[in-house]
């Protein structure tokens, strides 16, 4: 059965490096999505993407944050300058046409 | 907000029993959706109610939408200990992004 990976499982990053995580989602989806989640709370989302350029982002996605598909396959996060509070399980989803997410087992980001 | 809210925050019952899981929305939406989130993995969608649509069924599973009320309800029913996971709804405006509620965490012991 198809489906989204997600590389790292876990990413341990000193506060102000550079992390990106990557993604591969399901080949024949058109939508890509990264949401993450404290530890212990809500799925919050970040980011929608569509048609290689973002459709729609959360006020947490801010200029720290960017995405990319670079070669039709992959779908990265990058986080430019960590943050104690990024520390979080980041989720990669992807969809076709339809409202059925499929969603990757998740990053966990550890900054210290 | 257009943000879900589940109750209750915690359910914990015995196997063969039913489980119902509330959840609240404010905004106008087209679908509402539920996952499932075993402890630490990714979520895996249960179901899908579109606006139009009262009630759905999956095996053990039964979804009702009151777009009136704004709140939708789960229900598992016979549950198992397999079924101890966290449960979200998820509401859509145009299938563009879900958004996620705070979770229902179900605790089935054997």
């Known amino acids: 059965e198809p489906e989204v990976t997600q590389t790292p499982s876990h990413q341990v990053t000193q506060?102000?490096?550079?992390?990106?995580?990557?993604?591969?989602?399901?080949?024949?989806?058109?939508?890509?999505?990264?949401?993450?989640?404290?530890?212990?709370?809500?799925?919050?989302?970040?980011?929608?993407?569509?048609?290689?350029?973002?459709?729609?982002?959360?006020?947490?996605?801010?200029?720290q944050f960017s995405v990319e598909r670079?070669?039709?396959?992959?779908?990265?996060?990058?986080?430019?300058?960590?943050?104690?509070?990024?520390?979080?399980?980041?989720f990669c989803a992807s969809k076709q046409d339809t409202g059925e997410l499929f969603f990757g087992e998740g990053s966990r980001l550890t900054v210290l | 907000s257009q943000q879900g809210e589940e109750d209750p925050q915690a359910l914990s019952i015995q196997e063969g029993e039913n489980a119902t899981?509330?959840?609240?929305?404010?905004?106008?939406?087209?679908?509402?959706?539920?996952?499932?989130?075993?402890?630490?993995?990714?979520?895996?969608?249960?179901?899908?109610?579109r606006s139009n649509e009262r009630e759905k069924h999956s095996g053990r599973l039964r979804v009702t939408l009151d777009t009136s009320k704004k709140s939708s309800s789960l229900l598992i029913t016979a549950s198992r200990a397999a079924d101890t996971a966290s449960y979200f709804c998820a509401t859509g405006v145009n299938f563009q992004k879900l958004v996620f509620g705070t979770g229902t965490r179900l605790l089935v012991s054997p």
């Open chain 1, 15 to 63: 506060m102000g490096q550079e992390v990106i995580l990557r993604c591969v989602p399901i080949s024949n989806h058109l939508y890509f999505y990264w949401y993450r989640q404290i530890l212990g709370q809500k799925v919050e989302f970040l980011v929608s993407f569509y048609n290689n350029e973002i459709s729609e982002k959360s006020e947490i996605f801010d200029d």
């Open chain 1, 70 to 90: 670079p070669d039709g396959s992959n779908f990265t996060l990058k986080i430019r300058s960590t943050k104690l509070e990024d520390s979080a399980m980041y």
């Open chain 2, 21 to 49: 899981m509330n959840c609240s929305y404010k905004t106008s939406i087209n679908n509402l959706q539920w996952y499932r989130q075993n402890s630490g993995r990714g979520l895996v969608h249960l179901i899908l109610i």
